[in-house]
DNA sequence: CTGAAAGCGCTTACAG
DNA sequence: CTGAAAGCGCTTACAG
């Protein structure tokens, strides 16, 4: 009775005939369901997979039963770090029978269609511009009761996974003071920028934690990008001249590193450097750039732990929640590390790309 | 009449109800279908309109519709490179109003049960290890008739997008040939891995065709691994010296330079170094690696092009298809670009991360 | 513990 | 050009 498996796919009812049984019983067995006998269970196991019987999504979504698929929307320009959150995200996911749906570009006009064609039941999002759309949209799907939660960065009080970027500050400014660094600057983003700010903030607080006064902290705005790195650093490179210098990320870093090499400033002996992010590059910048590193894969379960929760909770209440940074120590800031990356390359037999 | 958009979503019956028509007719209009009224037409348009109706993905796909959906299979670890792909994969499913499910992990163990369900229609696999197995599910999905196409590795003849490694060998040898090198070496990958036989051939031929002679190429065996690079590099290094390194691949380059990093031998003064992918980390080496840099993008597009008409004439023969690389010149070959790099990050704003 | 039946929201011959 | 009706493959009250 076993059916060609290339014409057509075996369906419930196929199943239900083959154990002499109803579709309704066949169903009871295949949702887990408690109250069928447990030999009755067995013979419609054994037709299910004597048929390799799947049951359909389509059918089972239009039925009632859920499409168990959620939408995943995240910037094209993440790179690696995106690829390293999605790995966390599926790893959930599949634990938990959720299938992903991608979308990195145009997702803000995409969304709301995905929900509403019944294709996903709720999103994951990792906004990082154009916070005032991404804010009406946020918006618009809470009203509708769709489950979403954001990823890295907080808007509004909705569900996010964010960073604790104050204590990442901290933890950098009190390996400068060990370090003995007493002048610093802090290479910052956008003024207003919330991360920015608290890795600030957290950096203060560790500075003077660690016996420095915050005296000793010029501050100088930026925007993120690697240019304004650079003309931070040409700023910051006045009398006295600072000891080191702790960038909003590493990109910042990175221009900075780049005005050093341009004046022939020596990194670190002249100047500590260290950046914020961990960017795929940062270990092969030469000097390999100090950093602190978000705990990117985990913040992907989470966020999928999270949304779960949503999906089969809708009306529980979640908040922020604050995931904890590493300190990675590499040459810039003045750790003997310098080109030591080379070993580890061979030894891990590096998988680069 | 507009429902409360929080309350439910709108029907087809919704739509038909307000303008007055049945059914059928809400769904000829839905569906591009020729024989409708003008008139009529614009009516339901209006009424789909006023109702922010859309159609459900599952009721659609259930009665014969098709979901629109395919499966992208991706190894985890390719990261930048992945995300590249999946931008140009992406572009097109969304012109052509496909939406894209994804795997980077176990995807060999759910693919068919993601077709099975009918959660996707076809698939797109970007495939690097463990060929018998792939062999094995490829072989079941082309029985099945299952639409698929492979991206980067060919394996048997299924339809493929691959790379043009003789002529990226050829590019870079021409290019050898320009600088001067006499003697070579080629470090190759697995002796039998295709991709490093093609590169190799290629590298012959523009090598003679440069006015060389193809005498002066020593080749030796590696894996593909930073740890072989490393050592090829070691058994290159003896008499009579080469002018110049070719390696099958950016990581097996990446070994080549630590070697001679830890040897003291300068690059490109005392040995030249090229590889091949364009990985995300060969600009950030010292030198600046040349290399050979696939069309990843490209190689998305023309992927999920290629499936879409598999899609649409499931008979259709496809073959393979061969795309062009590019020779990317940086210092690591004795082109003046030394740490030139930095002042493109500084014009592009660079986007790392 | 099990089955008959209604219903999910569409599409598509079949009539007219 | 349009509509009534069947059917896609499930799930889920409702009976028993």
Redesign the interface.
Known sequence: VVPD??SG?ATIEDVARACGLSRATVSRVINGEARVKPGTADKVKKAIADL?Y??????R??SGGG?N?VG?MLP?????????L??GI??VA?QEGY????????YLE?AE??F????VEGFLFRNIDRPEEHMRLFSRLA???VPFALIGDALGDFPAIVLDNVGGGRMMALHFAEHGFRRVAFLSGPPDHADSIDRYLGFRMGFEEGGKSPEGIVRIDGDY???SG?DSMARAWAEPRPDAVFAAN??MA??AL?FC??KGLRVPEDVAIAGF?D???SE???PPLTTVRPPVRVMGTTAMRTLISLLREPAAKVGRIILPTTLVLRASCGCAFS?GS?SA??QD?????
């Open positions: 498996p290339l796919k390799d799947h049951p359909n999504l389509h059918a979504a239009l499409g698929t995943i094209g320009i993440w790179r690696s770090y995106h690829s390293v999605l790995e599926e790893e599949s299938d992903i749906l991608v979308r990195t570009k145009n995409h269609r995905l509403d064609e019944g294709r009203r509708r009761g990008s690697t240019r650079y590493d990109r990175l221009g780049l090499q341009e992010d960017s795929f590059f092969y910048l030469s080109r080379a390359f061979l037999d590096f998988n680069g790309e």
